[in-house]
């Protein structure tokens, strides 16, 4: 069965700092891994990442995978209280004639605080 | 990406009746799915849906308590049937940008059974 561990299961921080969201995974036929950023209902797409050592960069939040290890990590500096939310971290299993499955995570819940 | 839309936002129902929820994209798409986030919980795949072809169930999900149309390329159904309290949920459709395994969200329909 496919795992994804996201640590930690949540985060308060003051606005400025850097934080560093981890994600370790065991999965089947490994596809892509997938990070979220869940507000309110709705996940919204961050990265996806499928090579390892690539780092993928989008403002102040970057994200960088290893095949090897199995886990990726989710950095933000210079955080913000619009920063606040719960990350989600998935994982794509590539499936013999079906659709890919995403498993996910439960999520850290990052708080930044004035 | 592209731009989803899910009617109703939000519900509230009587338990033993049945909710059904939309899903619209503004282009079409292969894959499209539906997944559920009990409270405090972590996003569960329901059902893969094909355009043309029965949807595919995940082990604990069955047709008869969730089933799901897929009449074109750009729309999508759930229905909740025979609603009890544990049904109480986020339901989310999420559509296979470019792979099936590039995922993008809808804003969710929040559902509460009473």
């Known amino acids: 069965e496919d795992k994804v561990v996201q640590s930690p299961l949540s985060l308060v921080v003051h606005e400025g700092d850097t934080v560093t969201l981890n994600c370790s995974y065991e999965?089947?036929?490994?596809?892509?891994l997938l990070w979220y950023k869940q507000e309110k209902k709705a996940p919204t797409f961050l990265f996806m990442l499928?090579?390892?050592?690539i780092e993928k960069k989008s403002g102040r939040l970057s994200s960088i995978l290893d095949k090897k290890e199995l886990f990726s990590i989710l950095n933000i500096t210079a955080t913000q209280t619009g920063d606040s939310a719960i990350y989600l971290c998935a994982v794509a299993r590539l499936n013999t004639g079906t659709a890919s499955k995403l498993t996910f995570g439960t999520g850290t819940r990052l708080q930044v605080t004035l | 990406s592209a731009v989803i839309s899910q009617k109703p936002s939000r519900d509230i129902c009587q338990r033993g009746t049945s909710l059904t929820i939309q899903c619209q994209v503004d282009s079409q798409v292969t894959m499209m799915f539906w997944y559920r986030q009990q409270p405090g919980q972590s996003l569960t795949l329901i059902a893969t849906a094909n355009q043309g072809s029965e949807a595919t169930y995940e082990s604990g999900f069955v047709i008869d308590k969730f089933p799901i149309s897929r009449p074109n390329l750009t729309f999508s159904t759930l229905t909740v049937s025979n609603m009890s309290p544990e049904d109480s949920s986020i339901y989310l459709c999420?559509?296979?940008?470019?792979?099936?395994?590039?995922?993008?969200f809808g804003p969710g329909t929040r559902l509460t059974v009473t």
């Open positions: 499928t090579s390892s050592g």
């Open positions: 999420s559509v296979g940008i470019n792979t099936d395994y590039e995922q993008y």
């Open positions: 999965v089947t036929n490994f596809r892509s």
